[in-house]
């Protein structure tokens, strides 16, 4: 493969923040998921269950999801980082303040900024949702191997035309989510990624999150200077 044509495919994938409504075809999203199975998982477990709606399944789930999340307190499997602290808290503000200028919220404006938050429980218009699950049993190594999956679906669907955001928001209602698609409770709720056609319009969609710079968080150990 053309090492700069892989580039190109990371460089070309994004969070996208709007969709268009129009679905996409089931043989593509097979696809698609037949290309994101292929990333390693430890001996070959393959951990992941993914549970796909069609657009009507998709409309359906976001009104009720966006109801829950306005009356109800977050649940999810897996507890969210106890802190964000020194550069992390520098690059997530800096995301946030981005997508929020893009939109107009003004700094400081929480019930913009809330309103704004809520859209990932409506996907953002998507219309399709893929839930990540894995098996209790198999710990965080599992989680690790489903990371890995959801960046080989994203990176196969940005490869198909197709737009995604990975979303662990929506396993903040975990037992909500294991409900509605009747999982088993020795499923972990790990995370959601909506997909479709990007709309190319929407200001969510104008900016770019950047990367640090290597010497920021790679040490070498024995690196040859020369």
């Given at each position: 493969?053309?090492?700069?044509?892989?580039?190109?495919l990371?460089?070309?994938?994004?969070?996208?923040?709007?969709?268009?409504?129009d679905?996409?075809?089931?043989?593509?999203?097979?696809?698609?998921?037949?290309?994101?199975?292929?990333?390693?998982?430890?001996?070959?477990?393959?951990?992941?269950?993914?549970?796909?709606?069609?657009?009507?399944?998709?409309?359906?789930?976001?009104?009720?999801?966006?109801?829950?999340?306005?009356?109800?307190?977050?649940?999810?499997?897996?507890?969210?980082?106890?802190?964000?602290?020194?550069?992390?808290?520098?690059?997530r503000?800096?995301?946030?303040?981005?997508?929020?200028?893009?939109?107009?919220?003004?700094?400081?404006?929480?019930?913009?900024?809330?309103?704004?938050?809520?859209?990932?429980?409506?996907?953002?218009?998507?219309?399709?949702?893929?839930?990540?699950?894995?098996?209790?049993?198999?710990?965080?190594?599992?989680?690790l191997?489903?990371?890995?999956?959801?960046?080989?679906?994203?990176?196969?669907?940005?490869?198909?035309?197709?737009?995604?955001?990975?979303?662990?928001?929506?396993?903040?209602?975990?037992?909500?989510l294991?409900?509605?698609?009747?999982?088993?409770?020795?499923?972990?709720?790990?995370?959601?990624?909506?997909?479709?056609?990007?709309?190319e319009?929407?200001?969510?969609?104008?900016?770019?999150?950047?990367?640090?710079?290597?010497?920021e968080?790679?040490?070498?150990?024995?690196?040859?200077?020369?």
């Amino acid at each position: 493969m053309d090492p700069d044509t892989f580039d190109a495919l990371l460089g070309a994938r994004h969070s996208c923040r709007a969709f268009r409504a129009d679905p996409i075809p089931t043989p593509v999203i097979e696809e698609i998921l037949l290309s994101a199975q292929k990333v390693p998982s430890w001996c070959n477990a393959q951990p992941w269950q993914v549970e796909v709606t069609t657009a009507s399944q998709t409309d359906r789930l976001r009104d009720a999801l966006y109801a829950h999340a306005r009356s109800n307190a977050q649940t999810p499997d897996v507890d969210w980082p106890s802190a964000y602290t020194g550069l992390h808290q520098r690059r997530r503000k800096t995301c946030g303040s981005q997508l929020y200028k893009s939109v107009g919220v003004t700094p400081g404006d929480r019930a913009a900024s809330g309103q704004q938050m809520l859209e990932n429980f409506r996907f953002f218009g998507a219309p399709h949702i893929a839930l990540i699950s894995a098996p209790a049993e198999l710990g965080p190594y599992a989680y690790l191997d489903c990371g890995g999956f959801v960046t080989g679906f994203c990176l196969a669907a940005t490869a198909q035309g197709v737009a995604t955001i990975p979303q662990a928001a929506v396993a903040a209602f975990a037992p909500f989510l294991r409900d509605w698609f009747n999982l088993p409770e020795d499923r972990v709720i790990l995370c959601g990624i909506a997909f479709g056609r990007r709309d190319e319009d929407h200001p969510a969609n104008s900016f770019r999150t950047g990367r640090a710079d290597l010497d920021e968080w790679v040490h070498w150990h024995g690196k040859d200077t020369e």
